[in-house]
């Protein structure tokens, strides 16, 4: 025991200079941007702003009402994980007082799943967990600004919060939906109420669109009038952790679907297709309907051409929750990550630590052991991170049915 704490505290203390940052979505002039967690007094609430840092330079994430995108960071000091939010406003350079609404949260294991302390010491490297969420089809399109932020599992209680340049394509959105979506949370800042300490975090209010990667007996449920013990939030919903039985009632479905414009630039966007015998090969974006994010730099303005895209709705799958509430339960599987039912976009593989999957033709395929004495990294990614001897190497596998 004391061993362990003495590794994880060794982590944290080698590590105090390579804090994390968003990678994708692309943020605000990164050059610029420092890897530290915002001031404990909210000076720099939101976004890190102040000290010559604003909302400008970097690139545009141009994003398609309904599309499906991709949360992923930079650095290593990952403090044991924690809970994460994808949130919205329609500022463009917004300010302490901006409406933030949520689009998607993950409770537990953000920005690293089973991670007790930090993953190493640079703050160059890139994170090997990756969090597929999806833009809601019914919200209005525009510009508009795209932040996350994070509450740390172990350390000092902070909130770490960076953002970017967003435009929103497509059309049929409307401002009362984007309204009813739940407030940002905002804790350990400004003399708001701290998290505690050791626990994977549930929101009070986490939305439909949720990841829940939270442990038995570890989990604290936060809101604005700060955090306690156990699981009291009562939504069962979610997604992605433990196989089991239960008697949870949340159900329904977990991300939006629909259609919209994708925003292009002068060659068209590689999608991924199924050729015989299940092989994932690369083809112009004519043949397919995936999105691909395309981001523009920030000052310029890039010509657009329109394409139409359709996200498939993940099937439901059932749960461990107690309560009643929206989102998807948790799904089976020997490692407690396995997935089921619809998938996007083709060929994503869903590591499992021992095993894994891939999405194959708009379904998850069925759960496939790696060989002997290797492992890979957990989470989702459109490759595969094999460890072989103590390194990882990428590998780019593709599944045949």
Known sequence: MFYAKTAVAAGLIASVNAHMKMKTPAPFDPSALNNSPLDASGSDFPCKFGNGYSATGGETNSYALGSQQTLSFVGQ????????????TYDEAPTKDSVWKVIHSIEGGCPAKNTAGNMGDSADADDPFTYPYSIPTDIPAGKATIAFTWFNKVGNREMYMNCGALELTGTGGDKSNFDK?????????????????????????????????????????????????????????????????????GSGSGSDSGSGSADTTTAAAP??????????????????????PTTTPAATTAAATPTTTAVAEPAPTTGSGSGSGSGSGS?????????????????????????????????????????AGTTCSGGQGLSLNIAASGKFRRSGRAFRA
């Open 331 to 371: 799904s089976s599987g020997s490692s407690g990550s396995a997935m089921s039912g619809a998938c996007s976009p083709e060929g994503t593989f869903n590591c499992m630590g021992s095993s894994y999957q891939q999405c194959a033709s708009g379904q998850w395929s069925v759960t496939m052991a790696l060989a």
């Open 271 to 292: 999608t991924t297709t199924a050729a015989a015998g299940g092989v994932f090969i690369t083809q112009p974006a004519g043949g397919g309907s995936d999105t691909t």
């Open 181 to 249: 979506l739940p407030d940002m949370l905002v804790l350990n800042i400004g003399g708001k109420p701290s998290t505690l300490e050791g626990f994977d975090y549930k929101y009070e209010n986490a939305g439909s669109s949720v990841e829940d990667n939270t442990s038995a007996g570890t989990v604290a449920t936060c809101g604005t009038s700060g955090c306690t013990q156990g699981d009291t939030a009562g939504s069962g919903s979610g997604s992605g952790s433990d196989s089991g039985s239960g008697s949870g009632s």
């Open 77 to 88: 000091a990952t403090h044991g994980g924690g809970s994460c939010q994808v949130a919205i």
